[in-house]
């Protein structure tokens, strides 16, 4: 049975459009099935209009897989309706829509799929927190960031399948996120913009972390990329052990890794919230 439906109601024809609404951590999503590609061709401004509409942090598309062992394909949009190359609760969503929802089952242990320019791979374990393996981690401080943000005790910057620049703060709760959030994301040396983190150290193996996101163009309550760039960042400078624990607004993430950074694990709470479907008006024949 199709997903998406064409129906008549009353002189108006619609395309209902199924969706299911998801939290990871407090970073909100709409997740569509569209294995059978009926959802490829809308406007980036329909994209962000769902989006801001329904207020969640981005789109994302669970599709056929596109390589020979995968399971699914995953595209994600932003907020603003732009494709984006990776998000990581975002990930760790979809690891339970396709299992939970979809009833796909793995080839093997774990899910592995691929987002627009990598291949990942996660379980939907409930008791680990969703993992999912990060397998775009590099270019530790390949950029210099230093003075992007003067008060800055120590700055970093990582890619962690999207870009992010982490800023090690005094007082978290007291900084103006959108100010200085938008002036280092729209910085010229950064191609496509950056994500911006600004953290404070807890204790040893505990940050506490606020983000702006790239897309959203504003603060969000949780961003699982930028957790894994921060707690990489700091560990590789202080010479941390795994795993360490990132308190965001909207929860708690944990970043496990070996010690060369080669194996690096995100995982947190997923919470299913609901579904329920958009209708796209049709031109009659």
């Keep these: 049975m199709p997903i998406i439906k064409t129906l008549t109601m009353g002189s108006e024809i619609v395309m209902r459009i199924p969706y299911w609404r998801y ?23 329909l994209y962000g209009q769902w ?71 996660g379980e939907n374990s409930e008791e680990k927190g969703f993992p999912i393996v ?20 120590s700055s970093f910057y990582l890619f962690t399948g999207v870009p992010h620049c982490c800023f090690e703060v005094e007082d978290l709760e007291e900084i103006d996120i959108i100010l200085h959030g938008r002036e280092v994301r729209h910085n010229p040396q950064f191609n496509k913009g950056s994500n911006v983190n600004f953290f404070k150290i807890n204790s040893i193996g505990q940050i506490h ?22 707690a990489l960042c700091i560990a590789r400078d202080r010479s941390w052990e795994s795993p360490v624990q990132v308190r965001v607004p909207g929860g708690l993430l944990q970043i496990s890794f070996t010690k060369d950074f080669k194996e690096v694990t995100l995982s947190g709470k997923v919470d299913f919230l609901g579904e329920s479907h958009f209708d796209l008006p049709q031109e009659k024949a």
């Design 209 to 230: 972390m606020r983000t702006y996101e790239r897309g959203v163009e504003a603060e969000t309550l949780s961003c699982g990329t930028g957790a894994t760039a921060t």
């Design 134 to 153: 990060m397998s775009e981690v590099g270019e530790f401080d390949t950029i210099d960031i230093n003075g992007l943000y003067p008060a800055a005790q």
């Design 23 to 45: 939290s990871a951590t407090g970073n909100t999503f709409l997740i569509f099935d569209n294995r059978e590609g009926d959802l490829h061709e809308f406007s980036r401004e």
């Design 51 to 121: 989006a801001q509409n329904q207020s969640v942090d981005g789109l994302l598309f669970l599709e056929r897989p596109n390589k020979e062992g995968h399971d699914f394909h995953m595209r994600y949009l932003n907020a603003d309706g732009q494709e984006a190359e990776m998000c990581g609760n975002g990930a760790r969503s979809i690891i339970h829509f396709a299992g939970s929802i979809c009833k796909i089952r793995p080839r093997g242990k774990a899910f592995t799929f691929s987002t627009l320019c990598a291949t990942y791979s």
